[in-house]
């Protein structure tokens, strides 16, 4: 199946904000999804108690931004999505409730240029799974490694693939099986569809492998359910 475009991914996003408006819950469709957001800024607050600049790839409408200004509220937040709809909304929403500097960037992070040593923490939810080709990947992953400040760190959180086929299959089935007893079949094979023709993730240990060929020092892996997981790593 032909994948689809950064335009077409874009468009979809633009007329998606509000599902991705809710602090409370994450977003459904994603196992663990509000854990995984506590947990993974709870670790960016604690391996960077002085970080003074965020950068969120991929912010949708800030809610990962949101939860980092909880623990650490005198960040100042840089902003980077496709969408400029998800990025007006967490502006709003940041600026409802935080009196720090926002800065939106509409743009793709394959293409985004930041300056060396820019940022303390990084995250990058649900976003990175969009990258294709081992070139992207390692490209990205050498470029968080350069904006990051010494000390700095970035944290993930995405949809991953298992190396072993059998495994993989089976995973997608329990996946499957939570989607449907979210809502229903008709649910499952909608979220099937657009993982199908947007996605294209690679296991974790890929992913941590290719942290460390980036020059990351340290790789923590926060969590791991199903075929979703958390991770961080150390500058």
Not at 19 to 48: C, K
Not at 56 to 78: F, Q
Not at 170 to 182: A, E, I, P, V
Request: proline residues 3%.
């Amino acid at each position: 199946m032909r994948k689809s475009t950064v335009e077409e991914i874009r468009r979809r996003f633009d007329g998606d904000v509000e599902r991705f408006s809710n602090l409370e819950s994450g977003q459904a469709s994603t196992i663990d999804s509000a854990f995984v957001l506590d947990i993974l800024t709870e670790a960016a607050a604690a391996v960077s108690p002085q970080a003074s600049t965020l950068l969120d790839i991929g912010c949708g409408a800030g809610n990962y931004t949101l939860k980092m200004l909880e623990r650490s509220p005198r960040l100042s937040v840089t902003l980077l999505d496709l969408s400029r709809p998800m990025l007006e909304k967490a502006t709003e929403r940041i600026s409802e409730k935080f009196d720090v500097q926002v800065v939106p960037v509409q743009g793709d992070i394959r293409e985004a240029d930041f300056q060396d040593c820019q940022f303390d923490i990084i995250v990058a939810s649900a976003v990175l799974h969009h990258l294709r080709t081992d070139d992207e990947w390692i490209s990205v992953f050498s470029k968080f490694h350069r904006i990051l400040k010494p000390g700095g760190s970035v944290w993930i959180s995405d949809l991953i693939r298992h190396s072993l086929p059998d495994i993989q299959a089976l995973m997608w089935k329990r996946y499957g099986d939570y989607l449907t007893q979210l809502k229903d079949e008709r649910y499952r094979e909608h979220v099937f569809a657009y993982i199908e023709k947007e996605d294209t993730p690679r296991s974790l240990l890929f992913q941590t492998d290719f942290l460390k060929q980036a020059g990351f020092k340290h790789v923590e892996i926060l969590h791991k359910n199903n075929c979703f997981a958390a991770f961080g790593a150390l500058k």
